[in-house]
């Protein structure tokens, strides 16, 4: 049913869209030897996921649609780790590993295609904690907490399990069995850490993919902490239209989390699906506007030829097309137990 | 064949030539309610082990004496979180796993009523390390390195394993199923760490016996990793006279690790065979002296009526005589690939 991708549509597919490759070459090499590479992409079920998700939920399109196994890590023990509950854990991981499936079906991707992974099952097991202690005696505690820097959350006093953090990925690169690991860009630092320690315990580095972020849409970056500025996935219409109405957006600036997620995700699936994006205005402002890319639309914003109120309304819609497709009767009965 | 001791008597015998017990109170309690309560005392084969060890030996004896179980733990895994190589590792333990028996029984304490353990037999159990991250969760970065601080061998540009040596001795409590700990009085922080956070993973808190810690030859503490400064099992009366002849012992003043040896080792040995501590000096010098206790000893060296030539020379013999109880030959052996 899927035609056939020559090598540079399979390295060009996993490459899009991603800020740095670790290293490319490698990447090149990985796609020209194997025919169905295997990478993983870890999400710990700490806050509540955001339509930020929808990021790495398409990056994995992309991998399957290249021919990648692709692995999702829901790692349970790095989100106690990063401060989550231990007594709320149980149920957040069961939120997750509904709304991480429901994330990436909404994007047209057939999840029966993925391989879902609960961390505590093959981090608890003997060989693994011996790899991570013999890791904890190569890196430096500096390197550690430098490493976790940008990943874990900032809080006072910090403990040590955030350190130790940073070395199960490390680890978790080998047991899971993979060729690559997917990410954002804030792991950079834990990825730069494998790649300097696994051959150190005489394993294999790995290629790193890592994705850029997208700003929250009051300027952070977008936080599952952070209520106001990231739509959840149980948002429903009237809520997301408002959040958009608050959100960061000034007429002729194109740098803000609006931008980048009409950028990144909504112009990509519209690519993929050759779809245009249609701004809906009255014929009284000019009519409609129709665009085919991302370019096109940035152009006209800078230009002030859009105005801030009908992109976010615009966008507004797109976004809950897209939640439309989460069965999310089920996310709700789970949410209420883990939030 | 033993007389059965009465509760004053076990508390005593338990409690002699310690530094500190926390608590007490907890331990009278648990010599009133239990017939044979349960006590670890733990060491890491990294350095080789030195006279220094007696110490707890003796310690070891009492407790037996007072109708504990005792388990000895050596603890292979931390002697790797303490900067001992991977690949000499299992050398190391297996030097120590002859070299602490032979102590033990050089002492004159049956070792089939001791019961060895080896670290990572159990420390790398799922249901352990899943109580390292959870105590990792709790535990502050800097809380962690203070109570490591007098364990860890000090070095540049310090390592995560050495941080989280203090929480796998804190677990170790429970996973040995023991109602007390013994260790010198450097392991203090880390009993209190014990002490402060096993409740919290709801487990009991814990008996701990503190030892004092035996000053090296040359003044500092009794290190197993500084040749000069201790007496090594193997070492033979030639250089143990030697190594004596150079020690720091100024007369008249006591304050020096001969002194602490003599003090804790050499005259409770001799107390409990009901020996005399014999000088033996030429009739020119006045003939032969005896001592019954170390507290006339140490009145006679302030005194100066005891020469600091000949106390070395009579502590250099009985250190010989108890290392001619320790069996050597497999000993030189094991040596020779660990060290």
Redesign the interface.
């Known amino acids: 049913m899927r035609k056939k991708l020559s090598f540079k549509e399979r390295f060009e597919l996993v490459s899009r869209n991603l800020q740095e490759i670790i290293s490319k070459e490698e990447l090149k090499k990985l796609l020209n030897s194997k025919k169905q590479p295997v990478v993983y992409w870890g999400t710990a079920p700490t806050g509540k996921p955001h339509i930020g998700y929808m990021l790495p939920a398409l990056k994995i399109a992309d991998l399957l649609k290249a021919g990648f196994h692709v692995k999702i890590l829901l790692a349970d023990?790095h989100a106690?780790?990063d401060?989550t509950p231990?007594d709320v854990l149980e149920y957040r991981y069961n939120y997750y590993s509904k709304a991480i499936p429901e994330m990436i079906k909404a994007i047209g991707v057939d999840v029966k295609e993925l391989e879902f992974i609960k961390g505590?099952d093959f981090q608890?097991?003997?060989?693994y904690?011996?790899d991570i202690?013999?890791l904890?005696?190569?890196?430096?505690?500096?390197d550690?907490?430098k490493s976790a820097s940008e990943v874990i959350k900032i809080v006072k006093?910090?403990?040590?399990?955030?350190?130790?953090y940073p070395?199960m990925q490390v680890i978790d690169e080998e047991y899971l069995k993979v060729d690559a690991q997917l990410g954002g860009i804030d792991q950079r630092k834990i990825m730069v850490l494998a790649r300097e320690n696994l051959s150190k315990l005489n394993y294999l580095p790995r290629i790193e993919l890592m994705n850029p972020l997208i700003p929250g849409l009051i300027g952070e970056k977008m936080s599952a902490s952070n209520d106001k500025s990231k739509i959840d996935l149980l948002d429903n219409r009237e809520i997301v239209k408002n959040k958009l109405n608050k959100a960061e957006c000034i007429s002729g600036n194109p740098k803000n989390g609006l931008m980048t997620f009409l950028k990144y995700v909504i112009m990509t699936i519209k690519k993929d699906k050759n779809e245009k994006f249609i701004i809906k205005r009255a014929k009284v402002y000019g009519g409609d506007l129709e665009y085919e890319n991302y370019k096109e639309i940035e152009k006209d914003f800078i230009n002030k030829k859009l105005h801030p109120q009908d992109l976010k309304n615009a966008v507004a819609d797109e976004i809950s097309n897209l939640l439309d497709k989460i069965d999310k009767g089920e996310l709700k009965k789970l949410a209420e137990k883990a939030y």
Do not use: D, M, Q, Y
């Open positions: 023990l106690a780790l401060n231990w505590s608890l097991k003997p060989e904690t011996r202690l013999n904890a005696s190569l890196v430096s505690v500096h550690a907490n006093n910090p403990k040590l399990s955030g350190l130790i070395l």
